[in-house]
């Protein structure tokens, strides 16, 4: 698998090479995704959510088509699924320690437990949207819950 990461397409796919760790690639594919979220973050909401998007749509093709070279559906190493979904679980919020952990941790139990439709998605989904829809909903779940936390210390 090493060699497939002179091809750029499998590069994302394998998150730069940290989707091949071997113990918990999806746990250091979200790591990739810290540095990532930390140079999106000069950008305004409008542009931060294009971007994303935008990794979300490539991330289907880009996820089926490593998935085929590999011969196996939604391999541990491809973790562009993870980068995205933690892109997601920071939307709308400050860069900041707290923000980035809380993300981590919240992005990595619902991809984990899978509760509810994200476990029906990845259950169900087939192709690049196997792959890439379970994550974008954890991360949409952990954004959810983290406004929630914010909209609700505000309001005591």
């Not at 940290?18 to 790591?31: I, M, N, Q, R």
């Not at 000069?42 to 490539?58: E, K, N, Q």
Request: hydrophobic share 60%; charged share 10%; glycine share 10%.
């Amino acid at each position: 698998m090493i060699r497939m990461l002179r091809h750029p397409i499998h590069l994302l796919a394998f998150g730069f090479g940290s989707g091949l760790a071997p113990k918990a690639p999806g746990t250091f594919g979200t790591l990739m995704a810290i540095p990532i979220v930390w140079l999106m973050q000069s950008l305004d909401l409008t542009a931060y959510i294009a971007v994303t998007t935008l990794a979300a749509l490539l991330g289907l093709w880009i996820c089926q088509f490593t998935a085929r070279a590999l011969g196996v559906h939604d391999h541990p190493a491809i973790v562009w699924d993870e980068i995205v979904g933690y892109m997601v679980a920071m939307l709308a919020l400050p860069f900041t320690w707290f923000n980035v952990f809380a993300a981590f941790v919240l992005f990595r139990i619902f991809d984990i437990v899978k509760p509810g439709p994200i476990g029906w998605c990845d259950k169900r989904l087939t192709g690049g949207a196997g792959i890439m829809v379970d994550d974008l909903l954890a991360g949409a779940a952990s954004a959810v819950v983290l406004h929630l936390g914010y909209a609700a210390l505000n309001l005591s």
